[in-house]
DNA sequence: CTGAAAGCGCTTACAG
DNA sequence: CTGAAAGCGCTTACAG
């Protein structure tokens, strides 16, 4: 039915132990025999199992990808990014969304190992007691990207959060905003921690005294954008600007001030993280720091692929730059400046 | 180092066989012996290994999904929709990106082959003599997506493309427009035909004569959108409304009608379709036929999975309906009508 | 440079 | 109801 590595041996009249080797680019065949072998798999159109492979040296060209949702479009770029590079050096992916579920994750680790997979990539759902441990003791190499895991030793992209808010925090305060709410995620993951610093840094450096009902925290997600957004906007003193933590955040924000009728620029101003295309692209007055996902996804896989060739023991921790994506608004954002 | 099924049966007392037999839900085991089993499983943390698995039951639970690019946003819903539906039966997903690329297709049916996956999900990138035989030729289920194979008998989940696009077209004339341009992917494409086809439709009905320069056809991404939306509104007659074929064409468009400053219900209508949820968020005042992505996605996917267990030959076409959104542009348009 | 043989970790007729 | 044995399709020491 399907042809194997020994119908490939009879027709070139050598052992499979050949065929192996000859496929496997391993030296000391004869080049005359190689090329019998060449013959017999072009002319039977032989295709290796990968399975076989894969059980005989312990380990598939497969590598895992653990994201918390591949509707959530920061991570579709990521998703692809690590995709690229994994195909063109003959890995297939295996995606899964975690939902910031730690049970799920736990989950899909196992199915990782039981896959037997060449290495994983991971947005780790917690930053301490990841079920990720048990890759690393099975010596499966892991990438954690987006967010750390502080009690565990591993390869790790993230990018500077604390500067990409203090950044965006610094364009408001410099366009003459002093008024500035802040949504974000809760500060018990790195990402939400590390953007309410750098917006507390850049609040110091101009002396101002950071104003407690301006920062709203919760769960990163549309949801809180909209409500948060509309309870800033309901204070007696309403900030002439937000600042939103995330791209979802920065959905939900929006619908707020749509819903509002309020016009960007005109009546407040909006800054936020652009983990998607698609924001700046569809509101291009948005002023966002725009992650570089793609790259990131890149740098992640790269990682993991050296891991894969070389097992080693040292951790590196690689931190990206963000690129601030100064809109129009800049202009706009100083006319309608209120104080 | 990693436990296999030898040290669970050594354990147990019994032959790795009958562990199997426990693990796998066979028959013909007594209680006492299959808790026995478990208990060295569970004593153990036994892991089964799926490699092991699939090389001997020549298939693995892996679920092979190619579409053509995760960083459209048509796809996400319908990748999400495709794994949730898989793991829950056990299954892993293997995600490629075919780019619309035949070629780039045949490689990874080629891998699909090779890592005998029991499924594969596909959005065809041609209608004809597509790759996928191959997989039919080697007994694996296959679900196309989004389009149809016309020389292949295969399972297949589409939208009726031909109503929506002539719902959609329906809704503008009805609002009072007359001339409506059309946007639209090649008519090569089963999508961009059809759409095309409901399109003319609707003008049939009105009694309206085709203007040929109205209808721009093409690639269907966001640069076409861009560039024909550009090339309407310079028309000497431009149209009053315009139909986006899908939602990059609608980006596209929107791009142009922004960067002219001219406002949607105020200066012109848009209709597209929306396969992403974000669209009409950021623009609540589109009317789009918005496209059940997931559901198409869990069609398919309960379609292959019944597929897998149940093998068999006929060919079953599910086309689902697509529902049209009506935001309050419905009041707005015939408002801001023109004739 | 090449082959015979073992073995990766399962499942499944076959026999009892 | 249970076990011994074969075999899925590869790779890799080992021997020559």
């Not at 990968?50 to 060209?61: I, K």
Request: one cysteine or more.
């Amino acid at each position: 039915m399907v042809v194997s590595i020994r119908d490939v041996a009879r027709l070139a009249g050598v052992s499979s132990a050949t065929v192996s080797r000859v496929l496997t680019h391993k030296p000391h065949v004869r080049e005359e025999v190689r090329q019998r072998v060449l013959q017999a798999v072009a002319e039977l159109g032989y295709r290796p199992s990968r399975v076989a492979r894969s059980l005989r040296v312990r380990s598939s060209q497969i590598i895992g990808l653990i994201i918390s949702d591949i509707q959530n479009p920061f991570f579709t770029a990521l998703v692809r990014a690590v995709e690229d590079r994994a195909y063109e050096n003959g890995y297939a992916v295996f995606l899964c969304n975690s939902d910031e579920n730690a049970a799920k994750e736990a989950l899909y680790i196992d199915l990782m190992l039981s896959e037997q997979v060449a290495g994983v990539i991971l947005t780790p759902t917690r930053e301490t007691e990841s079920p990720c441990r048990k890759l690393l003791e099975a010596n499966i190499p892991v990438v954690a990207v987006d967010r750390r895991i502080t009690d565990l030793s591993l390869d790790t992209v993230v990018i500077d959060n604390v500067q990409a808010a203090y950044e965006l925090t610094r364009h408001l305060l410099e366009a003459g905003h002093r008024r500035i709410g802040a949504i974000l995620g809760a500060p018990q993951i790195t990402t939400g921690r590390e953007r309410l610093a750098g917006y507390e840094r850049a609040l110091q450096e101009w002396e101002l005294a950071l104003d407690e009902r301006l920062v709203i925290t919760g769960s990163p997600k549309e949801a809180l954008g909209y409500e948060a957004a509309n309870r800033l906007l309901d204070l007696p003193d309403p900030p002439t600007a937000i600042f939103a933590g995330n791209n979802l955040l920065t959905m939900g924000a929006l619908r707020a001030i749509d819903e509002r009728g309020l016009q960007i620029l005109q009546d407040l101003s909006l800054v936020g993280f652009d983990d998607m295309e698609w924001t700046s692209m569809i509101r291009p007055r948005l002023t966002v720091i725009a992650q570089p996902t793609y790259e990131i996804g890149r740098m992640a896989a790269d990682l993991i692929l050296d891991r894969i060739a070389n097992p080693t023991r040292s951790e590196r921790v690689i931190v990206m730059k963000p690129e601030l994506r100064r809109r129009e608004s800049v202009l706009d954002l100083q006319i309608t400046e209120r104080r």
